[in-house]
């Protein structure tokens, strides 16, 4: 995983509530035991007609909206435990998702494969979206050492919670694994003791 810090990003927005994993990525793509090709079909059926031609009225079809944060209303990734739903929003190229409110499965697989899940006051994310809405470009910036969120534009911020360990996995790039790897050295002491 790539190392995170902090992040300056346009953000597209969500504004829907209860967004399930089967929305993020319906279950017929779930064939793949890679994580690489999902983002592809993020959204799918929300981005495609049954003839698979981009929906004009669907956000990511909307070039007016880039960037690598997307926000979503609240109680995002709800539904199934399907861990291909962080990887979709990864795969396409997502480092955070902001929300009043995440699924608990989903907030530990996103912060598995680091995906920053950023969860604001409902207030917050109202401001968010308005502040999209007034102009598409709006900035915002992500700061995971202060755990704080603003909004570029009018210096709004908010604190965000998030496990220490899951933090500082992130911080470094580590997945479980490679933390495991990174004290192996303690662990044999240990061992050896």
């Avoid at 960037?67 to 739903?85: D, P, Q, V, W, Y």
């Avoid at 920053?116 to 809405?133: M, N, R, T």
Wanted: glycine content about 6%; aromatic content about 12%.
């Amino acid at each position: 995983m790539e190392k995170f810090s902090s992040l300056q990003s346009s953000a597209v927005p969500l504004p829907i509530e209860e967004i399930d994993t089967d929305q993020i990525i319906p279950a017929r793509f779930l064939k793949a035991t890679t994580r690489e090709g999902f983002g592809e079909n993020l959204f799918r059926d929300w981005r495609y007609d049954a003839q698979n031609k981009a929906k004009p009225d669907f956000i990511l079809n909307n070039d007016s909206y880039k960037g690598k944060i997307l926000i979503a209303g609240r109680n995002f990734g709800c539904g199934s435990s399907r861990e291909h739903a962080a990887w979709a929003l990864v795969d396409y190229g997502f480092k955070v998702v902001v929300s009043s409110f995440f699924a608990d499965i989903f907030r530990g697989n996103a912060l598995n494969n680091g995906l920053l899940p950023v969860q604001v006051s409902p207030e917050f994310l109202d401001a968010a979206f308005k502040a999209i809405e007034q102009s598409p470009e709006s900035s915002f910036t992500v700061d995971l050492e202060n755990q704080n969120i603003t909004i570029d534009a009018t210096g709004q911020s908010e604190q965000f919670d998030i496990d220490p360990y899951k933090k500082m996995c992130l911080s470094n790039g580590y997945d479980d694994i490679d933390f495991l790897l990174s004290v192996k050295d303690k662990i044999v002491a240990y061992e050896n003791r």
